[in-house]
């Protein structure tokens, strides 16, 4: 088992763990990053997302260029329950290849000295007295030791290193409950018809909401709380919720359409084959 000595450890090489890995590095810090997949992947499973042009310039980070700015929306629409009063405003925003922001911040943290280890997995923490000094990893069949005088835990949901921290008055370990947890479901339409409001849509009561995609075509999101008792573990909910309970906020999302527009009926079926009904 080897044993590894850094400044600080980072656990994620999500956008989190990445830019902070970047900045530390900037200023000196010899800094770790542990992700438990491959860093090509990271972002694959949402695709295409969006981020207000002003947090580029607010967090220090070089604007996207094409391919990995895929368009540029600037008009909302945020929608009442009821869909009688709305709010229209403007917030320039790149909608963004997420796979390919991930590799260009994991290069800016690695030019800036960082290191970026893949396939390793954090399965222990190294508390000694009370204090966490380190993590166990294991990286393909082999074990391996990281100590480091700061371990940040940007793992997301999970929070694998702030969930095995010992119990103590100074630390928040709960796990997020799945009362606490959505899952997020989006699809890309090229063929949905009907006359849909422009720029971005969102219906926070229904937790959906619809985009203009990448040339002619529409992403529509929703998000569904998990099950109140879940049984086994998240992956085997997310299965289990999708894809009828994704259905179902999605037909929410265009039956929300619908009543915004009573002129332009789209069925929950027909928005499905994204035509609409005569
Ligand atoms: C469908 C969908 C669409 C979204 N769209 C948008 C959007 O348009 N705009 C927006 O701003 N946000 C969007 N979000 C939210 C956004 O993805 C998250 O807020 C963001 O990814 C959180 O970043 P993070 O770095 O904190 O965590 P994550 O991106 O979750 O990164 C955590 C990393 O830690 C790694 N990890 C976990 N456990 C371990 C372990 N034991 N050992 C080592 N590594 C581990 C994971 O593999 C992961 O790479 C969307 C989310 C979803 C699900």
């Not at 925003?93 to 994991?106: A, E, G, N, Y």
């Not at 037909?251 to 609409?276: D, I, K, N, Y």
Request: proline share 6%; charged share 25%; hydrophobic share 40%.
């Amino acid at each position: 088992m080897a044993g590894i000595e850094t400044d600080v450890l980072i656990v994620g090489a999500g956008t989190a763990g990445t830019y902070i890995a970047w900045k530390l590095a900037q200023r000196g810090f010899s800094c770790t990053v542990l992700e438990k997949d491959e860093l090509a992947n990271l972002g694959a499973s949402i695709g295409p997302f969006h981020m207000e042009e002003s947090a580029f310039d607010r967090f220090g980070i070089p604007r996207p260029a094409e391919p990995e700015l895929l368009h540029e929306i600037t008009d909302m629409t945020t929608w009442s329950p009821r869909f009688t009063s709305s709010l229209s405003f403007s917030l320039p925003t790149f909608c963004m290849d997420k796979p390919l922001f991930h590799q260009r911040l994991h290069g800016y943290a690695r030019e800036a000295g960082a290191e970026l280890v893949e396939d390793a997995e954090v399965v222990e923490l190294l508390v000694d007295g009370g204090m966490l000094r380190g993590v166990r990893t294991k990286i393909g069949g082999e074990e391996a030791k990281w100590r480091a005088r700061l371990v940040i835990d940007t793992s997301g949901i999970n929070g694998v290193v702030r969930t095995r921290m010992p119990r103590s008055v100074w630390f928040e370990n709960y796990a997020v409950s799945a009362r606490d947890t959505i899952f997020v479901y989006m699809e890309t339409w090229r063929d949905l018809q009907g006359e849909l409001p422009g720029g971005v849509n969102s219906f926070p009561y229904y937790i959906g909401w619809s985009a203009p995609g990448p040339g002619d075509t529409t992403s529509s999101e929703s998000g569904r709380a998990a099950r109140p008792k879940p049984r086994g573990e998240r992956t085997a909910r997310c299965s289990r919720t999708f894809p009828s309970k994704a259905r179902l906020s999605a037909a929410l999302a265009a039956a929300s359409l619908t009543v915004a527009h009573p002129g332009r009926s789209l069925t929950t079926a027909s928005w499905w084959q994204g035509t609409r009904r005569a």
